[in-house]
């Protein structure tokens, strides 16, 4: 009788790592109102009837307790050009990522980032669903955006600045 080798969580990571996604900036107002978001690249779309889209935040994350308790969110989905905007969202204090950035609300008046993302979706919090070391978020879409602009995409552990359309 054969057994399986003990889990390689290392190995795991690399080999989710082979999946393209698109990079995102979650956005919502704390408690006092204050402006707080961070990088998620788990973000993808559940239903269209009603408008659901999902990301997950991981459960040892400082701004956990923000977006459980949030009414609203913003998913921004990034573009190529902001591999900064990516970077400065995954590192550093939460509530202090907005310093510097522009009051940009959504129509429903979560804040959220520029006009140079390539997509934005304001959503009501509708439900959460704890997972594994992580927290499943689903938003009911109350609003959204677009542009024209290329999606920042996140390849084998790095941004892929491949152009997205081939002239």
Known sequence: MSLLPAFDAAFFRTALGRFATGVTV???AGLAGERIGLTVSSFNSVS????????????ASSSLEAFLRCERYVVNVLSAE??????????GITRER????????????TPRLDDRNAAWFECRNRSQYEEGDHVI???????????TEDPLVFHAGGFDLTPARQT
Request: glycine share 8%.
């Open 26 to 28: 979650v956005s919502t």
């Open 48 to 59: 269209l009837d009603p408008p659901l889209v999902l990301w997950s935040l991981s459960r």
């Open 82 to 91: 902001q591999i900064a905007l990516a970077r400065h969202f995954a590192t």
């Open 98 to 109: 907005f310093n510097g950035l522009p009051d940009v609300r959504a129509p429903f008046g």
């Open 137 to 147: 978020m689903v938003g009911e879409v109350l609003a959204c955006g677009w542009s």
